[in-house]
């Protein structure tokens, strides 16, 4: 299970820090990431860190966003910086979690951000 946290409302310039912990029966997490979708829109990926730590941006957010992880916490986290209007999405975290079943990608149930003033 992934849950995510730390969504809400900030002006245009302003930051904000998603969180999103998995929990459950998990032997390793591998890849992890940000995703984000606006109403009409298909969704979008943010960010994403392997489990050594290398990460990668879309263009739309590289400057201004920073995804980072815990590994002792099973926690990935997004720190958005700058914020812009055409930010305002639900944000999903996504991770690639090996368990006793086997590994396979999951979802959180995402979290709103609205960027506004």
């Known amino acids: 299970q992934l849950v995510e946290s730390g969504g809400g409302l900030v002006q245009p310039g302003g930051s904000l820090r998603l969180s999103c912990k998995a929990s459950?029966?998990?032997?390793?997490?591998?890849?992890m990431a940000w995703a984000r979708q606006a109403p009409g829109q298909t969704r979008e990926l943010v960010a994403t860190?392997?489990?050594?730590?290398?990460?990668n941006y879309a263009d739309s957010v590289q400057g201004r966003f920073t995804i980072s992880r815990d590994n002792a916490k099973n926690t990935v986290y997004l720190e958005m910086n700058s914020l812009k209007p055409e930010d305002t999405a639900s944000y999903y975290c996504?991770?690639?979690?090996?368990?006793?079943?086997?590994?396979?990608?999951?979802w959180g149930q995402g979290t709103q951000v609205t960027v506004s003033s």
């Open positions: 996504n991770a690639l979690i090996m368990t006793n079943s086997g590994t396979g990608g999951y």
């Open positions: 860190i392997t489990s050594g730590g290398n990460t």
């Open positions: 459950g029966s998990i032997f390793r997490i591998n890849a």
